[in-house]
T-cell receptor, first 113, second 111 residues
Framework: DTAVSQTPKYLVTQMGNDKSIKCEQN?????MYWYKQDSKKFLKIMFS???????INETVPNRFSPKSPDKAHLNLHINSLELGDSAVYFC????????????FGPGTRLTVL | SQKIEQNSEALNIQEGKTATLTCNYT??????LQWYRQDPGRGPVFLLL?????KEKRKERLKVTFDTTLKQSLFHITASQPADSATYLC??????????FGSGTRLSIRP
C-alpha cells in the first residue's frame, strides 16, 4: 500500500529527448509537489498543485510542465532534456497547502547522457 | 533572501551518545519548522514539526527545540543507534507559500 508512488524509478535518456515522470498518491491529500534533488543533495521545490490548481511555480525552465489530471496524480513532463537536468526528482503530497507534513515518493533518478 | 543552514555536513558519533544537529535560518520568521530523515536512495520521511510558539517537542528518542530569538532549531537523538544513521533535513515554511529545505546533515553512528 504505497502512499506516494512514482514511475519510473530510473530514467536514462539522451539529450534532447522528451520524457515524463508519473506520480500518484492514495492518501486523499489535496496538495502535491515536485522537488528536484541535485548531486549535492539539496532539495528544491519546483511546482505545487492544490486540488489540481497550480499554486507554486518556481523559477524552472518552461521545458518542465506539470500536469494534474486529478487530485491524486501529478505528472511531470520534460521537453528537450539537457545534461543539467540530471538529478533525482521527488513527488510529495500533503493534506492541504498549509505546508504541514509532506509525504515523499521514492524518487526518480534521471540521467541525461 | 531567506536562508536555511545546517552547519554540519556530516556528524560521526559513538553509539549510545546523544546526537545534536543544528539548523539556523535568516531573514524570515517561520510559523513552524520541520525535520525529515532521508536514507540513501529513498525519499525524505517526516519526523517532527515544531511551531513558533513551542519551545520543545519530543517523540520517543527524538527531541526538537525551536529558538525564534536565535533563529535556530536543535534536533537531538538520544541513546543513538547505528540504525539512526541517515541524512537529516530541516525545513521551514517561507513567505512564498513553500517549504525551504536545508542541505542536510549526514549522521553516522558507529558501534
Amino acid at each position: 500500500d504505497t502512499a506516494v508512488s512514482q514511475t519510473p524509478k530510473y530514467l536514462v535518456t539522451q539529450m534532447g529527448n522528451d520524457k515524463s515522470i508519473k506520480c500518484e498518491q492514495n492518501l486523499g491529500h489535496d496538495t502535491m509537489y515536485w522537488y528536484k534533488q541535485d548531486s549535492k543533495k539539496f532539495l528544491k521545490i519546483m511546482f505545487s498543485y492544490n486540488n489540481k490548481e497550480l499554486i507554486i511555480n518556481e523559477t524552472v525552465p518552461n521545458r518542465f510542465s506539470p500536469k494534474s489530471p486529478d487530485k491524486a496524480h501529478l505528472n511531470l513532463h520534460i521537453n528537450s532534456l539537457e545534461l543539467g537536468d540530471s538529478a533525482v526528482y521527488f513527488c510529495a503530497s500533503s493534506q492541504d497547502y498549509s505546508l504541514a507534513e509532506q509525504f515523499f515518493g521514492p524518487g526518480t533518478r534521471l540521467t541525461v547522457l | 533572501s531567506q536562508k536555511i543552514e545546517q552547519n554540519s555536513e556530516a556528524l560521526n558519533i559513538q553509539e549510545g551518545k546523544t546526537a545534536t544537529l543544528t539548523c539556523n535560518y535568516t531573514n524570515y520568521s517561520p510559523a513552524y519548522l520541520q525535520w525529515y530523515r532521508q536514507d540513501p536512495g529513498r525519499g525524505p520521511v517526516f519526523l517532527l514539526l515544531i511551531r513558533e510558539n513551542e519551545k520543545e517537542k519530543r517523540k520517543e528518542r527524538l527531541k526538537v527545540t525551536f529558538d525564534t530569538t536565535l533563529k535556530q532549531s536543535l534536533f537531538h537523538i538520544t541513546a543513538s543507534q547505528p540504525a539512526d544513521s541517515a541524512t537529516y533535513l530541516c525545513a521551514l515554511d517561507s513567505s512564498a507559500s513553500k517549504i525551504i529545505f536545508g542541505s542536510g546533515t549526514r549522521l553516522s553512528i558507529r558501534p
